[in-house]
């Protein structure tokens, strides 16, 4: 098995694409693991959104965020046409400007404006919409990704699929514990948490360069080829 593994790295969009998959769970793991118990030292004077109060304790203020994300992923899905941005534009130039706009801008705004909760609100709404224009995109690029024969035709599509799924478990295996123990390196709770915050979006720059530079899928023939071919 892991020899089929090491083998699909042969081809380079695939291994760049997974090393990309990596990183960008790695990021996410650093900015989920912690959201709870940073909303609920971070945020001492309530939950507000201009001088609206929208959220009496933490669990409220958690599900309201999952509330709204839920509601725009799916309102925005049917009124903005994820599909019709992935061909416009293509799907790698859709993923790459939504996360500029999104996951890379926000981690940096929470490190260095924390305990504003009107920010988190306004990301949530944002990251929603950016999130459901980019659904299709980011589906199809596995398939794109994927190594394949000289003709296009993916060599085994099941099984490397299921290969992406190695770069998500990786950062996620034992990784929230020892965020939990690096919050005692810090003299007070805000501090780690701002450099939790700005680790993450260094991951995510990490990620953005991987994808912008060394991904090639399918779907922006280089050569007139396979993406397979090229190294």
């Keep these: 098995m892991v020899g089929d593994f090491v083998d699909s ?11 990309f998959l990596t990183c960008n769970t790695f990021s996410t793991m650093v900015e989920t693991s912690f959201q709870f118990f940073w909303l609920q030292d971070c945020f001492p004077d309530g939950f507000w959104f201009f001088q609206w109060r929208v959220a009496s304790n933490v669990k409220s203020a958690v599900a309201l965020t999952g509330m709204i994300t839920t509601f725009l992923s799916v309102v925005c899905i049917a009124t903005l046409k994820p599909h019709w941005w992935r061909e416009r534009f293509g799907g790698r130039q859709v993923i790459l400007w939504t996360m500029l706009l999104n996951y890379f801008v926000r981690p940096f705004t929470f490190a260095f404006l924390p305990g504003r909760f009107t920010l988190v609100v306004l990301w949530t709404i944002f990251q929603g919409v950016m999130g459901s224009i980019a659904t299709a995109a980011q ?45 005692t390196w810090f003299p007070s709770h805000q501090l780690a948490y701002s450099y939790f915050w700005f680790v993450g979006g260094l991951v995510v720059l990490v990620a953005y360069a991987i994808l912008a530079l060394l991904v090639h899928p399918q779907e922006e023939p280089l050569d007139r080829s396979c993406q397979c071919t090229r190294r």
Aim: aromatic fraction near 18%; proline fraction near 9%; hydrophobic fraction near 45%.
């Design 9 to 19: 790295f042969r081809f380079p969009t695939y291994k760049w694409y997974w090393l």
């Design 139 to 183: 589906g199809a690029i596995q398939m794109d990704c994927l190594p394949c024969d000289d003709n296009g035709k993916p060599l085994r599509a099941a099984y490397d699929m299921n290969m992406y799924v190695w770069g998500s478990l990786i950062p996620v295996t034992g990784f929230p514990l020892l965020l939990g123990k690096a919050v």
